[in-house]
C-alpha cells in the first residue's frame, strides 16, 4: 500500500525553465511534509519542508505548494539549473513516542538541460 | 563533525549468510532509522529508534534485527540473507526538535 504518491517518475526541463513534481498523501493523521534532494552515490538530504498550517513555503528556487483538502503537495523549482539534477523524494510523516517515521514517495529524477 | 557514518560501503553475500551493517552518528540525535532504496520504491523504513535502548518494526522488517548499542550507534543485522535484500541501505538520525533526518552515505548490498 503506498501511502504516498509521486508523479513524475522522471522529467526533463529546460535550464531556466520551471519543474514541477506532485505528490499525493491518504493519511490524514501526517503532520510534516518533505521534500528531498538525492545526488547518485549520495544520501537523501533535506531540501525544504512544510506543516499542513500553511499553503505555501517558499526557500530560494524552491517552493512547496500544500493543498490540504485534496491531500497533495508539489515542489516547484523556479529558474531550474544543471546543479539541480538529481533525484526528488517527496515523503509526510507523523511522530510517534518521538520519532518521525517517514513515508516516502516513488521519487522523481530530474533532468535539466543546459 | 562526521555525521552519520555507515560501514561497509559495498558488500556481496550469498543466499544464507548473515551480516551486520553499522551505524555511527556523531550529532548528538536521540532517533534513528534504517532504510531499504529500491529503484521504483522510494525508500521504505525497516526499522526505528526513538532513543537510546528503544526500538521498533517500520514498514518492511521482515528478515531483519537491529540493536541500538549506545547513543551514537544503531546497526542492522540480516541473519540469513535472500536475493529479495538486495538493495541500499541506509542509515538516519534526527534531533528531537528538527523534523529533519539527516542521511548517511549508504551501503550498497547484493545477494546472490
Same mark, same amino acid.
Given at each position: 500500500q503506498q501511502q504516498v504518491k509521486q508523479s513524475p517518475q522522471s522529467l526533463i526541463v529546460q535550464k531556466g525553465g520551471i519543474s514541477i513534481i506532485n505528490c499525493a498523501y491518504e493519511n490524514?493523521?501526517?503532520?510534516y511534509f518533505p521534500w528531498y534532494q538525492q545526488f547518485p552515490g549520495k544520501g537523501p538530504a533535506l531540501l525544504i519542508a512544510i506543516r499542513p498550517d500553511v499553503s505555501e513555503k517558499k526557500e530560494g528556487r524552491f517552493t512547496i505548494s500544500f493543498n490540504k483538502s485534496a491531500k497533495q503537495f508539489s515542489l516547484h523549482i523556479m %529558474? $531550474?539549473?544543471?546543479? %539541480? $539534477?538529481a533525484t526528488y523524494f517527496c515523503a509526510a510523516s507523523s511522530l510517534i513516542q518521538g520519532a518521525q517515521k517517514l513515508v516516502f514517495g516513488q521519487g522523481t529524477r530530474l533532468t535539466i538541460n543546459p | 563533525n562526521a555525521g552519520v557514518t555507515q560501514t561497509p560501503k559495498f558488500q556481496v553475500l550469498k543466499t544464507g549468510q548473515s551480516m551486520t551493517l553499522q551505524c555511527a552518528q556523531d550529532m548528538n540525535h536521540n532517533s534513528m532509522y534504517w532504510y531499504r532504496q529500491d529503484p521504483g520504491m522510494g525508500l521504505r523504513l525497516i526499522y526505528y529508534s526513538a532513543s537510546e535502548g528503544t526500538t521498533d518494526k517500520g514498514e518492511v522488517p521482515n528478515g531483519y534485527n537491529v540493536s541500538r548499542l549506545n547513543k551514537r550507534e544503531f546497526s542492522l543485522r540480516l541473519e540469513s540473507a535472500a536475493p529479495s535484500q538486495t538493495s541500499v541501505y541506509f542509515c538516519a538520525s534526527k534531533p528531537m526538535r528538527s523534523g529533519e533526518q539527516y542521511f548517511g552515505p549508504g551501503t550498497r548490498l547484493t545477494v546472490t
Open positions: 490524514t493523521a501526517f503532520d %529558474d $531550474s539549473q544543471p546543479g %539541480d $539534477s | -
